[in-house]
């Protein structure tokens, strides 16, 4: 009996690490559609590396990009694996090789203006999510889903920011960087 | 003058005159805008009635409710809401399969920052650093926006979808309007519109 749930349990971590693998490398954007004016396709493009426990992603805050672009519209993140089946947490950046190898993964309060950021893998899905509250209690709610297609991924991005009024969809395409 | 260990307080200097005047100026400064935010709070309190549409739009069906909710101060400077629904059948409130609930809010200002936090009546003195979103612990919020109380609560799921529910009490000129969504990862799974008098 034991010996089955050890089975289960390796076939289980087993899955979900392939998941993570599917995901992993440059993915290039190459069609890019938005409910309002228009994107550089080439912002959509994500870079994933699998890791033992989690995985890095860097990408573009498209919602920033939307409404003008920034300095700082690229991002990045170390996400490892929480208590809950296909859920990551926030890696806290900038601590050194030995402290990220050991890190508990920490996530930040919205409540006390700390941007809450955390992903959810699912068999053909990696999606990223992020919110902020403001300081007069509006909220920035950005919602990144990746799907495996034959060719790639497809891409939906949902922003919406209660201070602005409004939410911003975006779909594009995403194949293998070097096809 | 002693204070409670037996020992004797002297009173003001002549060299603290000037602190004490600045403080009575920092505190004639500071009372105006307390009273704005106290005023701008009350505004909202008293007793309501009305009645609500339900949409689920999963399955695209509709149900009525009657409302009855109640805006009141809570300690100094937080704020309490109850409300009560019913759930009708066939629009009336008499008959088997109607149903009842009661639920209870309370919210404080939060500490850095021009919102309210929704407080546990139980654990009032809980620190926001404990809470887990990505585990399951769900934060709650409120905030005025000129005659509308914006309340939002927020939850990470199981598996790691979530689950919004924003919540808008817009003052009228004879009671309440509302306006509620309970949003699944982007998805809008119900609404409720209504509106209310208010009776006190």
């Known amino acids: 009996m034991f010996l089955w749930f050890l089975v289960a349990l390796s076939l289980t971590e087993a899955a979900a690490a392939a998941s993570i693998d599917a995901f992993a490398g440059q993915w290039q954007g190459q069609q890019a559609e938005t409910t309002e004016g228009t994107l550089d396709a080439d912002k959509l493009s994500i870079d994933v590396t699998a890791l033992s426990n989690g995985f890095e992603i860097a990408w573009h805050n498209l919602a920033q990009l939307h409404q003008g672009g920034g300095p700082d519209a690229a991002l990045a993140a170390r996400f490892a694996r929480s208590n809950r089946q296909g859920v990551f947490e926030l890696v806290p950046a900038g601590n050194s090789f030995i402290d990220r190898m050991f890190a508990t993964p920490t996530t930040g309060n919205p409540l006390d203006g700390e941007t809450l950021l955390w992903a959810r893998l699912d068999e053909d899905t990696l999606a990223v999510y992020s919110l902020s509250i403001d300081q007069k209690g509006g909220f920035m709610l950005d919602h990144y889903s990746w799907t495996k297609t034959e060719n790639g991924l497809n891409l939906r991005f949902r922003g919406q920011s209660e201070e602005l009024g409004r939410e911003v969809m975006i779909e594009g395409q995403l194949v293998p960087a070097g096809e | ?200």
Request: proline share 4%; glycine share 8%.
């Open chain 2, 1 to 200: 003058m002693m204070n409670q260990a037996g020992k004797a307080i002297r009173p003001p200097t002549a060299s603290l005159a000037p602190l004490l005047g600045l403080l009575t100026m920092l505190a004639l400064l500071l009372t105006p805008l307390k009273g704005a935010e106290a005023d701008n709070l009350s505004r909202f309190f008293g007793s309501y009635v009305g009645k609500a549409k339900v949409e689920n739009l999963k399955d695209s069906t509709e149900q009525e409710r009657d409302l009855d909710i109640v805006v009141s101060p809570y300690r100094q400077d937080g704020l309490k809401v109850e409300w009560v629904t019913v759930g009708l059948v066939d629009g009336r409130r008499d008959v088997p399969g109607v149903k009842r609930w009661s639920q209870t809010a309370l919210f404080r200002p939060a500490d850095d920052a021009d919102f309210m936090v929704e407080v546990s009546e139980n654990n009032l003195f809980k620190e926001r650093s404990d809470v887990q979103v990505v585990e399951g612990d769900p934060v709650r919020w409120t905030r005025i926006e000129d005659n509308i109380l914006h309340a939002c609560a927020f939850v990470v799921l199981d598996d790691g979808r979530y689950e919004l529910q924003v919540y808008q009490r817009i003052l009228t000129e004879t009671g309440m309007d509302i306006l509620f969504e309970r949003i699944v990862d982007g998805q809008v799974i119900r609404r409720v519109t209504g509106s209310t008098v208010r009776t006190t």
